[in-house]
């Protein structure tokens, strides 16, 4: 009989067992590194899960201890950086556990990161491509919404039996058969892979139900967005991003808004027409696609017939955006930064630029740009960049790709308004503290007439916070940039 030794020996050489042992290590350093950054309790309410493309995955209880953990964010990952350096981990990130945590202290063991599960395929739809598989049961979900809300118009609703269920919003009822064919969600590439129309909130914090914050007639967007009638913004709760310095943070993480049916989210396009907007304006929409896809195309056939943008950070899937194909006209994409520490620092996602880039790409495939005869932008790209203060060569490097790429094919936005949110310092202490200079802003302008680039628009550089929007109020931002037509 050989020993245990042995046997393992002989299935693993030394470098796996190192590997194996460092891996262990490192999921069961948690409860010291927390307490060692007095951080009471953390240990019986969060964990490491999964370590993949250099990024710790946390996974805690509840959004509060991810508020909580994120003050430390840069703590934290420095903790990890000096304990573990063969790993080379660039990131932290964070998610909500999908099960309670137990009272005691929980270590898991070490494991690799596992795949997303395999979605059911049914007998008919075997032989398809998971695109295909995917695009079909989004269109299943599409008809069950539609067919859902014409339902209640009618009134059949109330010709349904009553049951003994803890109730849910009418979105919910309507969504939850159609989501059955998604039990796992990949709609953006965190691919959490949770049940979000049997209430699971995944990174973003949404459940199946279209949440909204506030919609108002926007006039501080590019010259073609507003035009002359102000752009109709539909601001859309949650995120997929994890922006240190968001300026909408309490829509985005912060769960401010409410959740709307169908046809409320139509008769608020509908009132943003019939009030003169240029076009409906959908921010921030990405992991409610479903919802906004099934809304708009039910407003076209209640009588919407202005354009519709899709406002987002391009942190988005292939997948997904084939759905907006139908009903998007224009996309106002970000493009944050190409490097993936910056993007793992500052975004809370490593593999932003290879996301977004292909996003981006995509949309400039689908879409040419097309202006009306008052020079409204109704078809096309416009790719906005947020230039950080102190990493100006993050800058020229996505201009750089935006002359490879883009010029010609879509404008860009150049936007110097970065503005330090109050308290953002103590989170994470290499993002920038200060305006953009005035020597910023004249190199910025530089690399423009270096790299050729004519095709777009750039903010004057004003230094001041008067601008940042506040959703506790009913018109979020000043009167001179917004005209409030919704509020939650």
Known sequence: MKKAGDLLAYFFDQKTLTSIHTWSKLFSAWP?????????????????????????????????????????????????QSRFPDLDIVGIAFRLSRTPFTPSIQIPEPRPPEPPPTPVVEEDTANLSAKERFKQSMKRLEQSIIARERARARGDFNKEPQRNIKPRSEDAVALSSAWTEIKHCLLCPRRCGVNRAAGERGYCGESAVLRLAAASIHRGEEPPVSGAGGSGAIFVSGCNLGCV??????????????????????????????????????????????????????ARAEGLVIPTLWNSSAYESLEALSLLEDVIDVYLPDLKTLDPNLAACFFNAPDYPEYATKAILRMLDTRSLRTSANSTLMSGVIIRHLVLPGYLEATRETLRWFAEHGQGRALISVMTQYTPPRGMGVRVKDAPKRFMSERDYETVLGWLEEFGIEDGFYQELTPDSDWLPDFTRQNPFSSTLSTAVWHF
């Open 32 to 80: 010291s590194i927390v307490t060692k950054h007095k951080i009471a309790a953390a240990e019986s309410h969060t964990r490491v899960v999964e370590f993949d493309r250099r990024v710790l995955l946390i996974e805690a209880e509840h959004p509060g201890w991810i508020q909580i953990l994120q003050i430390k964010q840069a703590e934290l990952l420095q903790e990890f």
């Open 245 to 298: 310095f968001c300026q909408n943070r309490q829509i985005s993480h912060e769960a401010m808004g409410r959740e709307v049916s169908i046809t409320e989210f139509v008769a608020i396009c509908l009132k943003l027409q019939a009030l003169g907007a240029e076009n409906i304006n959908v921010v921030t929409g990405t992991h409610a696609i479903p919802a906004v896809v099934a809304g708009l195309k039910q």
